[in-house]
Every structure is written in C-alpha cells, then in structure tokens.
C-alpha cells in the first residue's frame, strides 16, 4: 500500500495482485514520484467510521522488498485511509468506473498493468480525478452541466 499526497492530504492506494505482477515494482516507481509507503506486502485493515484504513504490521513497517536485491528501509506512514483499490490485469481503454466492495465497502477500483512505464503516471492522475467521473477531467465546467456563455467564453 503506497499513499499520494493530494487535495491536502494523503490518499491511500491498496494494490492487489498475484506474487511477482508488480506490486512491489510498481510501489519503487510511485516513491520516487513522491508517493510514500504505508505497507509492502501485507497489509493490516480496518474499518472506522464510514472508512477504510491500511497500516503494515509492525514487523514490516518502513521496509520494502526490493526484488533482486534485498528487504530495504523506506520511510513510510504509520497509516492511510484507502482511496483507491488497484488490481493487476489489462485495463479496458476506456472502463466504465468500477468499484470493490471486498471490505463492505464502496471504493473506486482500477485495474493497471502494473509494469508499463506508466502507470505510476496513470495512478497520480487517478487519485487527482476521485469521483469527477468519466467526463470530468477533460470537460471541466461543461460536466459539471455549466452551460458555455454567449461569445465563446465557458466560465
């Protein structure tokens, strides 16, 4: 579990997938975007007041596998409320928006190949655009039904 810091705050990313999909590489490539990391490997969750939270075990805490190499430190946060679930496997060019409710909860779920060269890039902007929907983020004021004034002007 890696966590961006966006809108003012941390938002956390839970990755999911099988041994050697690239969760782990893909964490590497995150934390040098400037993402920080919650938890490798496993992950303890919880859920509090409407939310759901990740932390590692003390054990692993501030450690992260570096596959080839070794068990590494890395700083990392105490926890992170989840926002974002992401799942291994070949995205759709244009998915509808998906969600998992694998904890009993409702929560943005998107699906990466997770060693292309960018899915970090596709991971910041997805945790930028939570909840615009589909349109949002290219349409600006027009998919918030803001109707474009006389004279070319959108605002």
């Known amino acids: 579990m ?10 956390g990313v839970l990755i999911q997938g099988p041994s050697g999909a690239g969760k782990s590489d893909l964490a590497l490539r995150c934390l040098d975007q400037g993402f920080r990391l919650v938890a490798d490997d496993r992950v303890e969750l919880w859920i509090s007041g409407g939310g759901l939270y990740g932390r590692a075990p003390e054990t692993l805490s501030g ?31 244009i998915p509808e928006p998906a969600f998992t409710d694998d904890f009993g909860l ?9 060693l292309e060269s960018s899915a970090p890039a596709k991971l910041t ?8 929907g589909r349109f949002g983020a290219y349409l600006g004021g027009l998919a918030a ?6 004279g070319g002007d959108s605002r």
């Open 63 to 93: 450690r992260i596998e570096v596959r080839g190499l070794d068990i590494l430190p890395e700083p990392a946060l105490p926890w992170s409320r989840v926002s974002l679930c992401v799942r291994a496997g070949t995205p759709d060019r």
């Open 125 to 132: 902007r997805a945790l930028r655009h939570l909840g615009d």
């Open 106 to 114: 409702k929560i943005p779920l998107l699906t990466l190949a997770l």
């Open 2 to 11: 890696i966590a961006g810091f966006v809108g003012g705050g941390w938002r």
């Open 145 to 150: 039904g803001v109707p474009p004034q006389p």
